[in-house]
């Protein structure tokens, strides 16, 4: 298994709660090791993720 670190773009609802990103990034297939919020915008939420890969 390796991680790899990406940049992941994530609609700004107007409401950012840990569930949200995290449901965000699970409907993407991403099992995060870790993540963090490096972006906001009035409609984008810019998220650094090291994501575990096979």
């Given amino acids: 298994m390796q991680v790899k670190s990406e940049l ?20 993407r297939n991403i099992n995060p090791l870790r993540w963090a919020i490096v972006s906001v915008s009035d409609t984008i939420i810019t998220v650094s993720v090291a994501n575990f890969k096979e």
């Fill in 8 to 27: 992941v773009e994530i609609t700004n609802n107007g409401h950012i709660t840990t569930e949200y990103i995290e449901n965000e990034l699970t409907n």
